[in-house]
């Protein structure tokens, strides 16, 4: 879905496509990551009963923020990397300015895909998922928490403000790609809440699992440098309590993921997959 949303051709209302732009947007979110919260919004959709190309849609705009993101965080200004996924970041293999530009199309991109008819019937559906999106990628979501980590460098951070960046920076997104699979399968109000509430712990333990990953993990495996926290001086959990302490969380947070789940039986075993698989993974 993804190859065909990010081709060449103009839609209505546009006038050009540069094609480096779309080639640097191509190569951004065309390039092998695990669509860990794209996967997690189908499996949500599923679970309720609605799988289709307009979930699809709707997962690939999801997707497209998520490649944005990982773009900017990439540049210098930010995090400086010049490998992702195992090849050079978007700045190194185009140039800063096309960076930044095809992130800024990418993320443009995900509303003009969440308006897309197919993603739902009824409008106001598409409204609210689109407002939703907004705020988990925005001031208060994920570029907010990334503001909030800028500024925690080298500084000491207690518990509560480490667990609030980094629901901002990383949990919002995945909080959403489970809550919108739900509304979109037209699922109930507690069963959104539910799920909700689900991509809130993945979220958490996601953000251990990286953290783990950045002390002890393998640059080769993980296709990006590891040790950069420490270096950066960068406030995480794994800092503050420890390695064993946070093996212990992420136990926790997958049994809260499954009892969560408890309620669906068989028909949630992919998305429990999901949960064991964010807390587990070597990359
Ligand atoms: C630039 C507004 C803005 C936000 C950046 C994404 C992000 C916020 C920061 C990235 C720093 C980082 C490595 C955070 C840890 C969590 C994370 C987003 C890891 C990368 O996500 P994966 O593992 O990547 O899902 P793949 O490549 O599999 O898609």
Redesign the pocket.
Same mark, same amino acid.
């Given at each position: 879905m993804l190859d065909r949303l990010l081709l060449g051709q103009t839609e209505e209302g546009e006038l050009a496509r540069p094609p480096r732009l779309v080639e640097a947007m191509r190569y951004a979110a065309l390039s092998?990551?695990?669509?860990? @919260?794209p996967g997690l919004m189908l499996a949500a959709a599923r679970l309720f009963g609605r799988d289709d190309d307009g979930v699809l849609v709707a997962a690939a705009a999801l997707?497209c923020i998520?490649?944005?993101?990982?773009v900017? =965080?990439d540049l210098p200004a /930010?995090?400086d990397d010049d490998l992702? @996924?195992g090849r050079p970041t978007v700045h190194r293999a185009f140039d800063e300015a096309t960076a930044i530009l095809a992130?800024d199309a990418l993320l443009t991109l995900a509303f003009d895909l969440v308006a897309d008819p197919r993603v739902h019937a009824e409008a106001c559906v598409r409204l609210a998922a689109s407002r939703d999106l907004a705020r988990a +990628?925005g001031i208060g979501g /994920? +570029?907010g928490? #990334?503001m909030l =980590?800028l500024a925690a460098e080298h500084s000491t951070l207690g518990e509560t403000e480490i667990r609030l960046l980094q629901s901002m920076?990383?949990g919002a997104l995945i909080r959403y790609a489970a809550r919108t699979g739900a509304r979109l399968a037209d699922a109930s109000v507690e069963d959104i809440a539910r799920l909700t509430r689900f991509g809130e712990v993945i979220g958490l333990a996601? #953000?251990l699992a990286?953290d783990l990953l950045d002390v002890e993990g393998d640059a080769a495996a993980l296709?990006?440098a590891a040790g950069k926290d420490a270096a950066a001086g960068k406030a995480t959990l794994v800092a503050l309590k420890g390695t064993a302490w946070t093996r212990a969380e992420l136990g926790r947070l997958v049994a809260e993921a499954e009892t969560l789940l408890a309620a669906f039986g068989e028909r949630a075993a992919s998305l429990a997959a999901l949960a064991r698989f964010v807390a587990a993974r070597d990359?």
């Open positions: 092998g990551g695990k669509r860990l @919260r997707e998520h490649c944005y993101s990982l900017h =965080d /930010m995090d992702r @996924r992130g +990628a /994920m +570029a928490g #990334q =980590d920076k990383t996601f #953000q990286d296709g990006k990359r």
